[in-house]
Nanobody
């Protein structure tokens, strides 16, 4: 059974940092493209960042470029989203996801971890 478990969310002030973790089990993590998404209150889920199975390249939405860094450790079946200089607009539930085919929709999703950034 495939499981993705996010952690690391919390409540922080503007300008603070958080690191989200995603640990996968039940599959060969190192062969999957990994992505982070977020859903803010009242909004649709949006793509945040992704990384290929090898760790490069990484992709980011414009609003987080220069502030967020996505990395993965295939030996630990884990990926991390380092989030710096957080803004209230980053408030959302953050989800990690995996897909085998980099050109296909994501196959597996976690349950999310909430991030709240206060002014």
């Amino acid at each position: 059974q495939v499981q993705l478990m996010e952690s690391g969310g919390g409540v922080v002030r503007t300008g603070a940092s958080l690191t989200l973790s995603c640990v996968a089990s039940g599959l060969s993590f190192s062969t999957y493209t990994m992505g982070w998404f977020r859903q803010a209150p009242g909004k649709e889920r949006e793509f945040v960042a992704s990384v290929t199975w090898s760790g490069e390249p990484t992709y980011y939405i414009d609003s987080v470029k220069g502030r967020f860094t996505l990395s993965r450790d295939n030996a630990k079946n884990a990926a991390y989203l380092q989030m710096n200089t957080l803004e209230p607009e980053d408030t959302a539930i953050y989800y990690c996801a995996l897909k085998k085919d980099p050109w296909a929709p994501y196959d597996y999703w976690g349950h999310g971890t909430p991030v709240t950034v206060s002014p």
